[in-house]
C-alpha cells in the first residue's frame, strides 16, 4: 500500500520504519495504525529484512501518544474493539515477530507511543526523551497492552507509580528503572540503534527467532521453559546450526542462511 503516515526504506537489511506526522508530534491516529499494520507484516515476510528500526520524525517526538479526537465519543464496546485490534494488529504483532525490532525513541514517548516503544524488543532513547503514560488523565487507562508490558519491564510497584499518577520520566530515569536498554545522545540515537541491528545481522536468524518466541513465552504463558526446550530442539534441524558449528570448528566467521 502506499503510505501517508510513515516512511519506510531498507537499508543494508535493516528496515527504517518513520513515523511521518511531525506537526502532530506523530501522534497515532486510525490511518498510521493501519500503515504500520501493514509495514509490520511486510518486515515479517521480506527476507531482505533482519532487524527493524522504528522512529518518529522530527526531534519532538517519537510518538506524543493516540490521536484523542478520533475516539472521544466512542462507546464501551467501540474503545474495546479500538484497543483489540490495534493491539493484535501493531502491537503484539511486533512483540510476536520473528525478527527484532528496536525503538528509537526520539523525544515524547507518551500513551500510545510509549505503548508502541514498549512493543519492541530493543528500546533506546535519546538524552532528551520524556517517557510517560497519561490515560489516567482522560478517565482511561492504557489498552494497547500498556497494563502489562510496563509491568513486565519495572515491575509492579513501579507500573502502577507510573500509570496511577501519570507522571513523565526522563530518558536517565527510564534507563535507570529498566523501561530502555540505553540513552544516548540523540544525534547518536540511529547509531545505536544501527549497531545493536548490526551484531544481531551476523547472528542465525532462525534461532534469533526461536530466542524471542521463547523469551515472550515466559512472561506471556506458563510455558516458557517448555517453548524454549521445544525451540533449543527444532534449532538441531536447521542448515544454520550445522553452518554454525562447522564455522566454530573451522575457527571461521559463519554464513548463516536463514534456512
Known amino acids: 500500500m502506499a503510505y501517508q503516515n510513515i516512511l519506510s526504506e531498507i537499508k543494508e537489511n535493516i528496515l527504517y520504519v518513520t513515523i511521518n ?6 501522534a497515532l491516529n486510525a490511518a498510521t495504525l493501519t500503515e ?3 509495514v509490520i507484516a511486510f518486515a515479517g515476510k521480506t527476507d531482505d529484512v533482519r532487524g527493524i ?11 506524543a501518544g493516540a ?9 464501551g464496546k467501540q474503545g474495546e474493539e479500538l484497543a483489540r485490534k490495534g493491539q493484535e494488529n501493531v502491537f503484539n504483532a511486533i512483540e510476536n515477530a520473528a525478527k527484532p525490532f528496536v525503538a528509537a525513541i526520539n523525544g515524547f514517548a507518551l500513551g500510545g507511543g510509549l505503548e508502541l516503544a514498549m512493543a519492541c524488543h530493543i528500546r533506546i532513547a535519546s538524552d532528551n ?7 489516567v488523565t482522560l478517565g482511561l487507562i492504557p489498552g494497547y497492552g500498556g497494563t502489562q508490558r ?8 513501579k507500573a502502577i507509580e ?4 501519570a507522571n513523565m520520566i526522563g530518558a536517565t530515569e527510564a534507563e535507570k528503572i529498566g523501561l530502555v ?6 544525534a547518536d540515537l540511529m547509531s545505536k540503534a544501527k549497531e545493536i541491528l548490526d551484531l544481531v545481522k551476523q547472528r542465525a536468524p532462525l534461532a534469533i527467532s526461536a530466542a524471542i518466541k521463547s523469551i515472550n513465552a515466559s512472561v506471556n504463558s506458563n510455558m516458557g521453559y517448555e517453548t524454549e526446550i521445544k525451540a533449543f530442539g527444532d534449532c538441531f534441524e536447521t542448515n544454520d546450526f550445522k553452518e554454525g558449528v562447522s564455522a566454530f570448528i573451522e575457527k571461521r566467521s559463519p554464513k548463516f542462511s536463514g534456512k
Open 21 to 26: 506526522r511531525e506537526k502532530a508530534l506523530n
Open 36 to 38: 504500520l499494520a501493514d
Open 53 to 63: 528500526i522504528i522512529t518518529g520524525a522530527g526531534e519532538k517526538a517519537f510518538v
Open 67 to 75: 490521536d484523542i479526537k478520533e475516539f472521544s465519543d466512542y462507546s
Open 129 to 135: 526523551a520524556k517517557l510517560g503514560l497519561p490515560e
Open 150 to 157: 510496563l509491568t513486565q519491564l519495572v515491575g509492579k510497584g
Open 162 to 165: 507510573l500509570i496511577t499518577t
Open 181 to 186: 536498554n540505553y540513552t544516548v545522545p540523540q
